[in-house]
């Protein structure tokens, strides 16, 4: 039995396996880093969730655009008990017709600026816009009588102007509207409770601008816009024409929404895109519409729809977007970087196993474990550097570490310097093609698949004339001859 232990302790197989148990059972230090690193990444969104509350979220755009409020009155008959007419009812009820600008152009810019919660940045923008376009002529026929032999009476119109949260509003926007200036008020009157457009800004159409309205003659419009938001900006497309144009000097935009930018043109010094979007491709409108009664489901500035009239569900309102996207998420980063873990701890114990087979040397389990017990700890290094450093100083830093402890730790298991700074520059590959991979996501597979291909055409090339059952027997300690044979 003692003989059958000795032999299994020199077995190249046994060590083979301990050596595949000891990389599973590493597993677990790798895992409980992934999760610190998702505690770290879930704290970080909580921090951004904070400053939307306490300072600016992302901004949905919305208008401007005309509102006319009036009343329809008509007669109603008055019957008495049994059902007979004895009399005429006024009745009436309040409702708001929406005019949407002919054309809108947006000239704006974003300035990127940080903000800090914690040890977290935060990314939001001021924008500068200057909006202009117009509004045709009004024809009164236009609005349908929902009552027969109704009279509409009209009030005073105003324009309604919205974004999805007014506190990252700079000052109050400046306004002129056929060559006169309006003022901005708090909410849209005349609008339902549950309304989310009425929750907006109006300025009352006033002066020389109201009489040309009610000459029935268009409304030309200029406006002056500051506005702070988070990360994103959302506009909704609700001209007949509309057309915008945003620059910023940040060098990482990303495009979303419905409608992605015609013309856009990104280089490290900034980006310049440009939209051009017509009413005949976009529901927009009617999804204002429907906010104007109810609520439109879907994004920041609207939800499920909600009015007298059943309305068919419109879905999330369109717009088109551009966002200040981080161009190095850390914790993404270092999450990327821990899916390799496990196959770095393999190819480092693979090589340990090599230079132990061939150079005719013993490592300890402990040695080994070690070794892998180092690499995982990378890992959490580079986390906590990445919080603090950009994220290739804190590679450099992290992988400089490891490859020096390695090296000098190896120096001496395998009995001499060469072997250990040959040992090192090994663990220095290793490392450089792991940061190929993550500084390249859209080759990540590509790069890995051959990564992995090369390493394991490496190791077959240089073992395929190695006798396995020569080395094991060399390895097996020599069996006594028996007593009295």
Request: net charge positive; hydrophobic share 50%; with cysteine.
């Amino acid at each position: 039995m003692l003989q059958f232990l000795k032999a299994l302790q020199t077995s190249v197989l046994a060590k083979v396996a301990g050596l595949f148990f000891l990389t599973l059972l590493l597993c677990i230090p790798l895992a409980e880093i992934d999760s610190i690193n998702n505690a770290r990444g879930e704290s970080q969104r909580e921090a951004a969730q904070e400053l939307a509350a306490t300072y600016a979220s992302s901004q949905t755009m919305i208008g401007p655009l005309l509102l006319v409020p009036y009343v329809e009155r008509w007669m109603e008959p008055l019957r008495d008990a049994q059902g007979k007419v004895i009399g005429q009812e006024q009745r009436s009820k309040e409702m708001v017709h929406a005019v949407f600008p002919d054309k809108l152009h947006i000239e704006g810019s974003m300035t990127p600026q940080e903000r800090y919660r914690g040890i977290f940045k935060i990314p939001f923008y001021t924008l500068n816009a200057a909006l202009s376009g117009g509004f045709t002529a009004f024809d009164p026929k236009v609005l349908p009588h929902s009552e027969t032999d109704s009279k509409i009476e009209f009030k005073a119109p105003f324009i309604a102007f919205n974004v999805s949260d007014l506190r990252g509003l700079d000052g109050s926007p400046a306004l002129v509207m056929g060559g006169e200036a309006l003022r901005f008020k708090q909410r849209v009157p005349g609008l339902a409770d549950n309304a989310w457009f009425a929750d907006g800004i109006h300025a009352p159409i006033t002066g020389a601008a109201l009489a040309a309205w009610q000459a029935n003659t268009p409304l030309t419009f200029e406006m002056k816009l500051g506005l702070v938001g988070q990360d994103t900006l959302a506009i909704a497309p609700i001209a007949d024409n509309t057309t915008a144009r945003l620059t910023s000097p940040w060098a990482h935009p990303s495009f979303g929404g419905r409608f992605l930018a015609a013309q856009r043109n990104v280089t490290p010094q900034g980006f310049d895109a440009q939209w051009r979007i017509s009413s005949l491709v976009t529901s927009a409108r009617e999804q204002v519409r429907a906010g104007l009664s109810g609520r439109v489901d879907g994004s920041d500035a609207a939800a499920t729809a909600s009015s007298a009239r059943p309305q068919r569900n419109l879905g999330p309102l369109q717009t088109f977007d551009v966002s200040l996207a981080q161009p190095i998420n850390v914790y993404s980063m270092s999450t990327r970087a821990g899916k390799y873990g496990m196959l770095f701890i393999g190819l480092v114990l693979m090589a340990a196993f090599m230079f132990e087979l061939f150079r005719k040397l013993r490592l300890h389990p402990i040695q080994y474990g070690l070794v892998g017990l180092s690499i995982a700890l990378f890992f959490l290094l580079l986390l906590a550097l990445s919080e603090k450093f950009a994220f290739w100083i804190a590679y450099a830093g992290a992988a400089s570490a490891s490859v020096a402890l390695l090296a000098v730790y190896f120096s001496a298991v395998l009995g001499g310097w060469r072997r250990g700074l040959s040992f090192g520059a090994f663990i220095a590959l290793l490392y450089g093609a792991l940061y190929g991979l993550l500084a390249s996501e859209s080759n990540a597979l590509l790069l890995g698949a051959l990564l992995i291909f090369g390493m394991l055409s490496a190791l077959m090339l240089v073992t395929r004339k190695v006798d396995w059952y020569a080395l094991s027997r060399r390895a097996e300690p020599a069996v006594p001859a028996a007593q009295g044979a």
